[in-house]
């Protein structure tokens, strides 16, 4: 700490080269934030104590095959599974195809096995006796200014209604409550319709579900369980895939993308690029001053004290962009969230993050700062004060 005033003086040696490079730095840790929170958003979901007593059952073909309704009462008779319920993808949009919203049609006791999801009791009700009844998320509710009562026209992207075209309509009775925060982005932007109305109203649905939830009194025998579902249906046309529900989500997200893989890639991309960028700057930094760094040597400093300076100054570069760059984004994303009504869905910047962005600090800071570091250490002080 005792040469931290040669440090700062020597980062702002040239002031302009320094605040481009910071920039730089500030744009990457500011992108790598907001990455990096969605990748953690997707790798949570399900991931919670209720979640733990979940299995999803799928077909094993695609997440988009479906499964006979048949399936569920035998489903239900098997040791260690206490209830069970069935879904099926609605695929709605309101207003513009672009407005895609997580819609399912869902069997009458599908929230008894979501207890992590609030609903008032005559809400609860109003869905059970209501045909066109929906029960809507919070955030989606404030997102397009929705409230109980209101009668909204929906497009399906998938399945026609009873008259052939895609344009339905429903009745909001509810508002669904997340008790959970790590899944309170996806709860909390649910639509929920009833399955039964949803099979009656199109011709592509007779007696098949989209997926089964089962829930299991012991998590620690899920694994037979999950066996002995798959079993059910083995060497039949409807085979089915039972896992974890936090397995589940993974598993459908990478058949439509591989969110870890893109943001790793991005990620990649963007700190090799920064890389190279800060390398080159710490490089010309101690090009400039090699006779700087010959007269300390001159006047007493050791080689180690030098090498520690050059790494200090290439560690302290990358943590000021870095830490503002993670900040920004720690700002920006619930002001994004909260602008767009919930239309583009940023989580907080979480304590893992916020661990992992400083632990690249310090690794980018030391790495681009090695070279120049051991040049400024190797310095033959004649030479260099001789301009060879």
Known sequence: MKYLHLVWAALFR??????????????????????????????????????????????????IETLPLSLGPRIAQLDNVEAVTYANWFGGAYQDPRNQIFSFAVAPNYLDLYPEIEVAPEEREAFARTRTGVLVGQDLARRFDWKVGDRIPLQSTIFPNSDGSLNWEFDIVGILRSRDEKSAGFNDSLLLLRWDYFEESTPYVDGDVGWYVSRVG????????AKAIDALSANSPDETKTMTEQAAFASQLKQMADIGLIVGSIMGAVFFTLLLLTGNTMAQAVRERTSELAVLKTIGFSSTSVLAMVLAESVLLVLIGGVLGLGLAAVLSPAVTSASNGMISLPPIGLQSWLLGLALMAGIGLLVGALPALRAMRLNIVDALAGR
């Open 218 to 225: 012991d998590v620690r025998q899920a694994d037979r369980v």
């Open 14 to 63: 040239r002031k302009t080269r320094t605040f481009l490079t910071l920039a730089s730095i500030i744009a990457a840790f500011l992108l790598f934030g907001m990455l990096d929170g969605i990748r953690s958003s997707f790798a949570q979901l399900g991931q919670n104590a209720d979640g733990a007593q979940r299995l999803q059952t799928s077909s094993r073909l695609s997440f």
